[in-house]
């Protein structure tokens, strides 16, 4: 089934480590995302790519870095995780104004 | 800033109709999205809005005010299945969703 995969579904996560979370697609689409979900806010941007071979911060960069070395794969890495890392951690991509972004199964990531 | 505003719960029954509304301040507007996102699970796509007017799909029909900055979802013939948290965000000009915080919708029988 055409989609994306996100690896590990769940982690526990000493502070102080690293971690770095994958994100697949084989829908061939231009643009990726990565999101945090916390109860009671909104959907924030942490990274995207609109191609491969370019990035950008979005809302809630600091913490995370990112890289696009191709068009299927967008991986997340917390360099030094914090507890208040700790979140549900969505990918998508579009490759269309019309339909939106396709989301991942998300990532429960506890920092502890 | 940017802002989009949506009532956190709704509580309906099973059978009858709910309308859930988003409310938006954007720098630009390029289109209105709504999706569904059950608990534990991922957001999935129901509707698109450019222009103004309704965008009916099934059960589910869309409708935008960009003179307002107002959008809503409603959701006909309710089903148990429904019972979800419905999210509005609106993609500004530089192209990016900016996204409210989501409404839960709790269907009783």
């Known amino acids: 089934t055409a989609g994306i995969t996100q690896a590990p579904t769940s982690q526990i996560l000493a502070a102080g480590r690293s971690m770095t979370l994958r994100c697949t697609q084989d829908?061939?689409?231009?643009?990726m995302y990565w999101y945090r979900q916390d109860l009671g806010l909104g959907l924030r941007l942490i990274h995207y790519?609109?191609?491969?071979?370019?990035?950008g911060k979005g809302e809630v960069p600091d913490g995370y870095s990112v890289s696009r070395a191709n068009t299927d794969d967008f991986p997340l890495t917390l360099a030094s995780a914090v507890p208040s890392q700790t979140s549900v951690y969505f990918c998508?991509?579009?490759?269309?104004?019309?339909?939106?972004?396709?989301f991942g199964s998300g990532t429960r990531l506890t920092v502890v | 800033g940017q802002n989009i505003d949506q009532p956190t719960e709704m509580t309906a029954t099973e059978g009858a109709i709910v309308q859930i509304n988003c409310t938006y301040q954007?720098?630009?507007?390029?289109?209105l999205f709504w999706y569904q996102q059950h608990a534990g699970e991922a957001p999935t796509f129901l509707s698109y809005?450019?222009l103004d007017g309704l965008e009916e799909k099934g059960r589910f029909s869309s409708f935008l005010s960009r003179s307002k900055g107002y959008s809503y979802l409603l959701l006909k013939e309710l089903q148990m299945k429904d019972s979800a948290s419905y999210l509005c965000?609106?993609?500004?000009?530089?192209?990016?969703?900016?996204w409210g915080a989501g409404t839960k919708l709790i269907i009783k029988p």
């Open positions: 809005n450019v």
């Open positions: 829908m061939r689409h231009n643009a």
């Open positions: 965000a609106v993609r500004d000009s530089n192209y990016q969703l900016i």
């Open positions: 790519s609109n191609t491969a071979g370019t990035t």
């Open positions: 998508a991509s579009s490759d269309s104004e019309h339909y939106g972004y396709t």
């Open positions: 954007t720098s630009g507007f390029n289109g």
